[in-house]
């Protein structure tokens, strides 16, 4: 079926049509499995399961309903064969590079991407012996160019944090793909599945900071890890297994409970940030506005080609007169929470350079067009007549 019923019934649904809908004491909302271990019927069986943890639940760090159900769902979503969740973006993020790369392999990502994302790159995998390069994934010719014989990864977050700049991913799995043994990631978090499809496009696995807009209310920290069954079960034995990034049951089911609402929760979303963008764009102490939908963005054309039903709820601002302009502003704000995150359904003002990006030197920051006056909209849905007004207020205090 479609997005918005897909993202309600998806499973569930697959369950009534084929007679076998029994959930546990007919609970028209999952219970919350809030247990660390399970009883094993009998000898045999633990034995069994304890070998099998993909068929039952032994212990919650290997499994557990409510996340069976997330995982599910996920799947589905990003039409993948299968899922895994974890207790946070970073720890979907660090699993999957782990179940990729080894000692003594090179890997290649993007020159604009989450900070403790290029942090794991470079201060985590440098110590295992794997090299890296950094480069623009908006040209796909400069990722092929990266390529070595001992490439293993080829890491692409899109649209990228902060400054929204878009990879084209079908074009680079295509480049990818001529190397036998490189996989490509692909981040999605800001788009989740409502606006694209990774896997669809060629990538070989997808990861979200489900913190962000899968959950949308900012209530729990959380990610998720969508690919073929074979590489999730990697990712669960040996990795989640040893590293330990379990997501909790209950944040697993207050995920299902935002997860409801995300199609109509991106639509509003993409309404309101196209809005603000346009009204920013002509704004007199405003230099340049970075969003996907305008049609002065660099990479615009890929934007409208990858992503469908809209260009998300995110944007970055240079305003004129650098970091005591962002001061004023930041500070005067009322509607907007000065806060880091993302993808919340209120609208959230941070300050990318000094707060999501201050892993990065300034001279990295700067040729990768993260500007001391660039603040980070995550653009909520509230009425966008006063997000305006509340942005125009704090501006006129500059
Ligand atoms: C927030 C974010 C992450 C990290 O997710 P956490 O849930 O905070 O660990 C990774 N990638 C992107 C693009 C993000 O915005």
Redesign the pocket.
């Known amino acids: 079926m479609k997005f918005n019923t897909d993202v309600l019934h998806a499973e569930q649904l697959h369950a009534r049509l084929t007679g076998s809908y029994k959930p546990q004491a007919m609970a028209h909302v999952s219970p919350i499995y809030q247990t660390s271990t399970y009883v094993l019927e009998d000898f045999d069986t633990a034995v069994y399961l304890n070998q099998h943890v993909d068929e039952g639940f032994v212990y919650t760090r290997f499994g557990n309903p409510n996340n069976d159900e997330l995982e599910k769902k996920i799947a589905h979503l990003e039409h993948a064969e299968a899922a895994i969740s974890l207790a946070?973006?970073?720890?979907a993020?660090s699993t999957a590079v782990m179940s990729v790369v080894k000692a003594g392999d090179h890997v290649v990502f993007g020159d604009v991407?989450?900070g403790?994302?290029y942090a794991l790159f470079t201060k985590v995998l440098t110590k295992l012996g794997i090299t890296y390069t950094r480069v623009d994934t908006t040209k796909v010719e400069e990722v092929e160019k990266a390529i070595q014989p001992n490439t293993s990864l080829v890491y692409v977050?899109t649209p990228a944090?902060p400054t929204l700049k878009i990879s084209d991913i079908a074009a680079i799995a295509q480049a990818v793909h001529k190397h036998p043994g490189i996989t490509m990631i692909v981040?999605s978090?800001?788009a989740s599945p409502y606006l694209q499809n990774p896997l669809d496009l060629g990538a070989d696995m997808v990861v979200h900071?489900?913190?962000?807009y899968l959950c949308g209310h900012g209530t729990v920290?959380?990610?998720v890890i969508a690919s073929t069954k074979e590489r999730i079960d990697h990712c669960r034995m040996p990795y989640l297994q040893c590293f330990g990034a379990v997501l909790d049951p209950f944040a697993a089911w207050q995920l299902m409970q935002g997860m409801k609402t995300l199609g109509v929760r991106m639509e509003r979303h993409c309404e309101n940030a196209m809005k603000v963008a346009r009204h920013l764009e002509n704004h007199p102490k405003v230099d340049r506005v970075y969003y996907p939908g305008l049609e002065s963005h660099p990479t615009h054309e890929i934007a409208k080609k990858q992503m469908h039903n809209g260009f998300g709820g995110m944007m970055s601002v240079d305003i004129k007169g650098g970091m005591d302009a962002v001061r004023t502003v930041m500070n005067s704000v009322k509607v907007f929470s000065l806060a880091t995150?993302?993808g919340n359904v209120d609208s959230l003002i941070q300050h990318s350079p000094s707060m999501s990006h201050f892993d990065m030197s300034p001279e990295e920051r700067y040729a990768s067009e993260i500007f001391d006056g660039q603040v980070r909209l995550s653009i909520g849905i509230e009425d966008a007549d006063d997000l305006i007004a509340d942005l125009d207020q704090a501006l006129a205090k500059i």
């Open positions: 946070s973006g970073l720890g993020i991407i989450y403790c994302s977050e944090n981040d978090t800001f900071s489900a913190t962000k920290t959380a990610g995150s993302l």
